[in-house]
């Protein structure tokens, strides 16, 4: 079983924990992360476009002109598409663009990305976040100490001085233990738990 140092402020080793021989022996399963990502960006659009076709364009019937000896092209309405103002052909209209996926599949993916993370010596775990005030700076002073630049950070449970500190940061944003994505977990360079997140985490998702 392998494990992870736990580190201060100081960047300086305070203890360790463990990992699942799970999470450093086994080959990440990309197919399973490939579905949650699509899973997340599926559900992050709205589906609320919708484009009127020539039947509900508020526009007259009446023929533009007569069917011969103009040398124009034979048009019916102005209601068609190809005029201004008329009705769009197969245009888009409001529908759910949501996937599926079973309870233990989103489970397995959370645990893939975590094994891709530490394959990648992206996973880093703090003892604590000690920022007693709501301060950017210093919790821009405090990430500058455990040389982390850009990351996602894990809380345990929302703390109001962590979150409002660090949500001005470029390049940071911040989850708690019981609200993970795939998505998130990927696309930032390091992520980073407080011990007591890695211990929720651990126990809902890696164990």
Same mark, same amino acid.
């Given at each position: ?10 960047? +300086? ?16 399963? +990309?197919? *399973? @992360? &490939? ?5 997340? @960006? ?16 508020? @526009? ?7 069917? +011969? ?19 769009? *052909? ?6 759910? &663009? ?5 309870? +233990? ?103």
């Amino acid at each position: 079983m392998s494990t992870i140092q736990v580190i201060d402020e100081k960047n +300086k080793k305070v203890g360790e924990v463990s990992l699942a021989a799970s999470l450093t022996e086994e080959k990440v399963n +990309k197919a *399973v @992360l &490939y579905d949650a990502v699509k899973r997340y @960006l599926a559900s992050k659009h709205h589906g609320t476009v919708r484009t009127k076709t020539r039947a509900e364009v508020n @526009l007259t019937n009446k023929k533009v002109y007569r069917q +011969k000896g103009t040398g124009n092209a034979r048009h019916g309405a102005m209601k068609s598409a190809p005029f201004v103002g008329g009705g769009r *052909v197969f245009g888009p209209k409001p529908r759910d &663009y949501t996937l599926g996926m079973n309870k +233990k599949v989103r489970i397995l993916a959370i645990r893939e990305a975590f094994k891709s993370r530490v394959a990648d010596g992206a996973l880093i775990v703090v003892s604590s976040i000690p920022l007693t005030e709501i301060k950017t700076s210093k919790a821009k002073a405090y990430f500058e100490g455990i040389k982390v630049n850009a990351g996602l950070v894990i809380l345990e449970n929302a703390d109001k001085n962590i979150v409002k500190s660090v949500q001005n940061l470029r390049d940071f944003k911040i989850l708690n233990a019981d609200n993970l994505n795939v998505f998130d977990l990927l696309k930032y360079p390091k992520v980073v738990l407080t011990q007591k997140a890695f211990e929720a985490v651990n126990s809902r998702y890696l164990a």
